[in-house]
């Protein structure tokens, strides 16, 4: 009788779960159908870790769901509460051109529209973030929160990408571990990667460089080439200047840091993949689009409209047209990249949220700085790229950036190559304490005592001398 009464229970429930879910599907059915693209990454991720050789498998999949879980939490409540404007603005603009586009491939808006093309076109740094939210709208209608789930999965597959290229630099479980921590719940990551921004595919893209470049480094296979080839195209249609940081860091990375001190054969190889990624580029027309976008009179406009434009703004009036003004501001530049906002910046509730992120980044920097110069003294050939790309990219960051905000957020891109140099320094912070403890705790040889033996005065008390 009690197992009836259990099973007509269950049968209940299903089928009024089944209608009430039905009725939410029908009537939600924008909401469902994000859920359902959404998920579509984040299964291809699970997929990729379950076939990993990795012996960590189960803390990667707690880690990359509980990244996943955190990052829809926060990519639903500022779709149904329509936060954008305020978190950022930038996800309006892609929302409403990338829609643009969408209905362009309908015929339902002139696709040879000038306001349209000079978005849509690869002379633009970040055309491919219109295309990829017009590809998702093309099979899901004008749907925000279904780009904003797929970054989501985006964000949370950088997290395992981190432990991996740890692995790869700094053989440590417990670092890689602590740089999967770092990012999966870095307050700066969740919310960039959370939003229909281009954050979340431009740090999975850097990092996925990185990683192949390490693979192909240490073993020529075809497939992480093309993977590596793949990524580092995908990162020139989210942000030119990026990806020529990036092909700078993998041909030096190819071409000098093989394993052994010379291999003409391993140069040779290197050099033919430099030659193939540079076709690649040339494809898409990067020679052309490097001279507009390094143009540097152009980024000066841009920067003095930045200073203007914001409250945070800065160095406005410095004019890094001129060599040595850049060169004089340069310190000043890294100073705002690396520490900005300050306290005396926090003007509004969105800005004091992110002081407690803050305070923790400024007590960590001593041991990011100790990781860094730790891997360019031991380890410079299988860290080359990620240390060269860092370094390039903060110095560019520091002479272009002239808004407080922006280099914040800029910053985030990089954070998790610096978790990994933070990790890293406090692991050997770690063990240099272990190591002091042991030496304090450790007995002293009976040989010391020969060397120094106890003046006659003492030879009475020599029975009550013992090793400590």
């Not at 670092?175 to 999975?204: H, N, Y």
């Not at 195209?233 to 990375?253: D, E, K, N, Q, W």
């Not at 040779?268 to 020679?287: D, K, P, T, W």
Request: glycine letters at 6%; aromatic letters at 14%; one cysteine or more.
């Amino acid at each position: 009788m009690r197992n009836r009464i259990i099973a007509a229970v269950f049968a209940v429930a299903v089928v009024w779960g089944s209608l009430r879910l039905g009725n939410d599907v029908v009537i939600s059915t924008s909401f469902y159908l994000a859920i359902l693209i959404g998920v579509v990454p984040a299964a291809a991720c699970v997929w990729i870790i379950l076939r990993s050789q990795s012996s960590d498998q189960r803390f990667l999949l707690r880690v990359f769901f509980a990244a996943l879980g955190v990052r829809y939490l926060l990519a639903y409540i500022i779709n149904t509460h329509h936060l954008e404007a305020m978190l950022g603005g930038d996800a309006i603009t892609y929302n409403a051109f990338g829609y643009a586009l969408e209905q362009s491939w309908l015929g339902l808006v002139d696709p040879n529209a000038h306001w349209l093309v000079n978005y849509s076109s690869p002379d633009r740094s970040g055309f491919g973030m219109f295309y990829l939210v017009a590809g998702v709208y093309y099979f899901a209608g004008q749907n925000p929160l279904a780009v904003q789930l797929i970054n989501c999965a985006f964000g949370a597959a950088v997290c395992v990408t981190g432990y991996l290229i740890s692995m790869l630099v700094y053989p440590n479980v417990r670092v890689a571990r602590s740089v999967a921590l770092m990012t999966a719940f870095s307050p700066s990551l969740i919310l960039w990667t959370s939003q229909e921004l281009k954050d979340g595919p431009i740090v999975l893209c850097l990092c996925l460089c990185i990683l192949f470049t390490l693979r192909v480094r240490a073993k020529l296979e075809v497939k992480s080439f093309i993977l590596l080839l793949v990524s580092l195209v995908a990162l020139y249609t989210l942000r030119h200047y990026m990806s020529y940081i990036m092909f700078a860091a993998v041909a030096g990375a190819l071409l000098f840091t093989t394993k052994r001190k010379f291999n003409l054969m391993r140069m040779v190889q290197g050099g033919v993949m430099v030659v193939i990624i540079g076709l690649a580029f040339s494809y898409f027309g990067a020679g052309e689009t490097a001279k507009k976008t390094l143009d540097i009179e152009k980024v000066q406009r841009s920067r003095e409209w930045n200073a203007k434009a914001a409250n945070s703004g800065y160095g406005g009036d410095v004019d890094i047209t001129d060599p040595q003004a850049a060169i004089g501001f340069l310190p000043l530049g890294i100073l705002y990249v690396l520490l900005a906002p300050f306290p005396w910046m926090v003007t509004n509730l969105r800005q004091f949220i992110t002081l407690p992120e803050l305070m923790a980044w400024w007590l960590l920097m001593p041991m990011m700085f100790k990781g860094y110069w730790f891997v360019v003294k031991n380890r410079l050939r299988e860290s080359f790229a990620m240390c060269t790309f860092v370094l390039g990219l903060t110095l560019a960051f520091a002479l272009f950036e002239s808004n407080a905000g922006t280099a914040y957020r800029h910053r985030a891109q990089l954070y998790i190559f610096f978790f990994v140099f933070m990790s890293i320094g406090l692991e050997l912070r770690r063990v240099a304490k272990l190591e002091r403890r042991s030496l304090l705790r450790a007995p002293i040889p009976a040989r010391a005592f020969a060397a120094n033996p106890i003046p006659a005065g003492l030879a009475d008390n020599r029975a009550k001398v013992q090793p400590q």
